[in-house]
């Protein structure tokens, strides 16, 4: 199985300030349809999560721009470029290239 | 717009079964893959299972394979988990997920439900 690797495993941030965790998984997630398989989600306190990027840096519908999503091969991130605190909550890299698919540890995300 | 429910959720012993429901509407329910994806207390989420739109293709984690079944209702809106041999390691929040996209490959979860609370304990 593809084993997912994100860092830090909490980050407290100033309202205002960016953002940004990493997500290495254990192998490419580059398909032979060219696209890569990398999404990210947010999960707020108390709710079910969120697809915020797919494909490595295709924002979902509704999702704000100062969301944004980079990086190819096994390296990725996820960078929020005005920390709002809405935006506290839970976020999770999830591979979908091979099955049985599967998300990194998490990344939780404070307010400072 | 897009709605999932799920139910079917309880106290169970380990060793029983339990079989889970997701219940959709606000869309073509035959022409998405849907996923069940789990979360223990206080734990990060773990993907499950998946069926394809038309419910030829199915796929399991290794940690369900051999114990939990993957099906869909395309005449009810309705997706199912059939869960047996329970473990207490089962317990966990279940969510149902929506494919973003018809007739597509399901790579991407993108519409979640509520979840239902799976509790396995003696």
């Known amino acids: 199985d593809i084993v997912m690797t994100q860092t830090p495993v909490s980050l407290s941030v100033i309202p205002g300030q960016p953002a940004s965790i990493s997500c290495k998984s254990s192998?490419?997630?580059?398909?032979?349809?060219?696209?890569?398989?990398l999404s990210w989600y947010l999960q707020r306190p108390g709710q079910s999560p969120q697809l915020l990027i797919y494909e490595v840096s295709n924002r979902f519908s509704g999702v704000p721009d100062n969301f944004s999503g980079s990086g190819s091969g096994t390296d990725f991130t996820l960078k929020i470029s005005r920390v709002e605190a809405e935006d506290v909550g839970l976020y999770y890299c999830?591979?979908?290239?091979?099955?049985?698919?599967?998300f990194g540890q998490g990344t939780k995300l404070e307010i400072k | 717009q897009v709605q999932l429910v799920e139910s079917g959720g309880g106290m169970v012993q380990p060793g029983r079964s339990l079989r889970l429901s997701c219940a959709a509407s606000g869309f073509t329910f035959d022409t998405y893959a849907l996923h069940w994806v789990r979360q223990a207390p206080g734990k990060g989420l773990e993907w499950v299972a998946v069926?394809?739109?038309?419910?030829?293709?199915?796929s399991y984690a290794d940690s369900v394979k051999g114990r939990f079944t993957i099906s869909r209702d395309n005449s009810k809106n309705t997706l199912y988990l059939q869960m047996n041999s329970l473990r207490d390691e089962d317990t966990a929040v279940f969510y149902c997920?929506?494919?973003?996209?018809?007739?597509?490959?399901?790579?991407?979860?993108?519409?979640w439900g509520q979840g239902t609370l799976v509790t396995v304990s003696s």
């Open positions: 192998q490419s997630l580059m398909h032979s349809d060219g696209k890569t398989y």
């Open positions: 069926i394809s739109y038309d419910g030829n293709i199915k």
């Open positions: 997920a929506r494919e973003v996209w018809g007739w597509a490959a399901p790579h991407h979860p993108g519409y």
């Open positions: 999830l591979q979908s290239l091979q099955l049985p698919y599967t």
